[in-house]
DNA sequence: ATTAGGGATACGGTATACAGGATCCTAAGA
DNA sequence: TCTTAGGATCCTGTATACCGTATCCCTAAT
């Protein structure tokens, strides 16, 4: 079913239409997020077109939106690498996640629906399921998920550009680093605080979950740059 | 091992070059904050293209560019115009705003150098001279840099790359709605606060600050509707 | 007036070309 | 042997030309 519920007059938009462009550019997020190109990997555009099947028009302007979603960094007349993320790019990545999940949070606690809220403790249950079955795979995708929904929890559409790609590189940075650790516990409990409807709740739950995922995140790196001493 | 870092032969890679994407680009964007190509224009590329003496291209790129910044819509197959701000689009820029120059001014408050700080006590002056000779252009620019300041004091590349396109869009909004009232008060208070290193009373002073703000801007959204009653 | 054609327009994408910066390889020189 | 100059090569940045097709706009027929 393409159409979705438009307004009288407006006909047959084939809804479902996206720019080529786009879909390149989400196959190269995607295997950038893969570590199909780990980090430091150039991007020829002429490879990738070929590879792709398509010209370098699209490739390019998939560079250029990756690079303002941070996935890659551009030197002119250079191109395009797939970025490293350092130290301090991690913490500001949080540091700035930390911020405006506290916002998401508190704003879907006031506007979230009932319908809405079932959808997600339906993700919290895929969660536990995976978490139950040991299926680590799913577990991850079910943790990324349900940040995606919170985030749509709170109805704010620029929240959600802005968010998303940030969320993008965080779910990239965790699978760098490691496995999906149980964030159950702490995921249904920030749930229960929105679903409670307040606010205040809901953001000191953000807060407090921003924050171990940051702790979290800040050891897998320094053991793994204890494994992999100066490149 | 390819040469990265390398420094002492370094030589002058034409640091000041940039792509004729980026200048059009920043073109553009400079055209739709001063008016020229008001809410609802439509960016016909080869117009543009025409005019500015380049290739389709480059304009393409840049409207891709402005699209992901805020300032235009495309929609697929018909083309760009420049964005119309809702009410909601105002609301959310002020939620997301509000919650990240809260997070600029408490890093701003801790990481500072003084050199900084004496900077940014100059624009300060410079916009108490403009409301002194009743320079409203030149106020409006004092304002505008103040705040493009202070994001630089967080010493948070990412904080920067995230908000500044929705100060931009933010001061557009403003130019839009009416002249610069006076700010330089409250933007004083601000800064000692920030200069006073209390990421607390920093973090309270932004807020105010930006509440303050979105109280105005209501105020004259609420105006402009009133005298030009539904398009 | 309303509606159905039927261009005209402009986007989305392809293909091709080419200048010049960046990189790499190699061979000559210290 | 190590360095370095030089040229070959790769690739980006930009320009052109061109096509298919979705949209828009104007006109004419009902």
Chains 1, 2 share one sequence.
């Not at 930390?98 to 809405?116: G, H, I, N, P, Y």
């Not at 749509?152 to 990239?172: A, C, D, I, M, Y």
Request: hydrophobic content about 40%; charged content about 30%.
């Amino acid at each position: 079913m393409s159409r979705q519920a438009d307004t009288p007059g407006s006909f047959d938009i084939d809804a479902d239409y996206k720019p080529l462009r786009d879909r390149v550019r989400d196959e190269l997020r995607q295997r950038i997020i893969d570590d199909v190109y780990p980090p430091g990997t150039r991007l020829v555009e002429t490879e990738i077109a070929a590879q792709l099947g398509v010209s370098r028009l699209p490739v390019r302007e998939s560079i250029r939106a990756l690079e303002s979603e941070g996935f890659v960094r551009t030197i002119p007349r250079r191109g395009a690498v797939v970025a490293e993320l350092s130290e301090q790019d991690v913490e500001e990545l949080f540091d700035v996640r930390e911020a405006l999940e506290v916002l998401a949070s508190q704003q879907a606690a006031t506007r979230a629906t009932k319908a809405e809220l079932r959808r997600v403790r339906g993700i919290l249950d895929r969660a536990r399921k995976a978490l139950d079955s040991g299926d680590r795979v799913a577990l991850g995708e079910a943790n990324e998920a349900f940040h995606d929904e919170i985030l749509k929890l709170s109805h704010n559409v620029l929240l959600q550009t802005v968010l998303e790609p940030l969320q993008g590189r965080l779910h990239w940075l965790l699978r760098q680093t490691g496995d999906p650790y149980d964030l159950f516990e702490e995921h249904s409990a920030w749930f229960e605080a929105i679903a409670s409807g307040s606010a205040e709740l809901a953001a000191e739950h953000a807060l407090r979950h921003a924050r171990l995922n940051r702790e979290i995140v800040r050891k897998l790196l320094a053991e793994r740059q204890h494994r992999a001493p100066s490149a």
